[in-house]
């Protein structure tokens, strides 16, 4: 059986407000790594229900990036596309997720189902100093491919 053909490398689930993902990681991935990113600000059709554009980007992609911050677990939309792609992971639709921790998450922001991802899931911790950023990227890559 031949391997499914997908539109993109990797779902990036992430909060608008976390400027690093447009700035560190879509130069990262896509310019040195070649990966083709599913950014939600540039590749979401215009003109469709975001659930749609949720749903059907996920099942485009080989893999799911999720970068948590404090954004990101205060938006509603973040939390839908972490629930939407455990489900597909659950259902073996798509291979394990990938999670960046971009900062300490604070404890009034910690849900249930977060404290459960971060215990359950090996996530890879965002260090901006030149002394740990090539090993940040290099355990990305791998997670991802």
């Excluded at 590749?43 to 554009?53: C, H, S, T, V």
């Excluded at 949720?54 to 677990?73: G, K, M, Q, T, Y």
Aim: aromatic content about 10%; some cysteine; proline content about 1%.
């Amino acid at each position: 059986m031949a391997e499914r053909q997908y539109l993109y490398d990797v779902f990036v689930s992430y909060s608008a407000a976390d400027d690093w993902v447009l700035d560190d990681l879509v130069p990262q991935l896509e310019g040195y790594e070649g990966m083709k990113l599913c950014i939600h600000e540039r590749d979401f059709k215009a003109g469709r229900l975001i659930i749609d554009n949720i749903v059907e980007s996920i099942e485009n992609s080989r893999r799911v990036l999720i970068i948590l911050s404090n954004n990101f677990v205060q938006s509603e939309w973040c939390q839908f596309e972490m629930t939407l792609a455990q489900k597909h992971v659950l259902n073996r639709a798509i291979e394990p997720l990938s999670v960046v921790l971009l900062e300490d998450i604070d404890s009034e922001n910690m849900s249930n189902s977060l404290h459960a991802l971060l215990k359950t899931t090996t996530y890879i911790t965002w260090y901006d100093d030149i002394e740990h950023i090539h090993l940040f990227w290099d355990r990305l890559k791998n997670s991802l491919i």
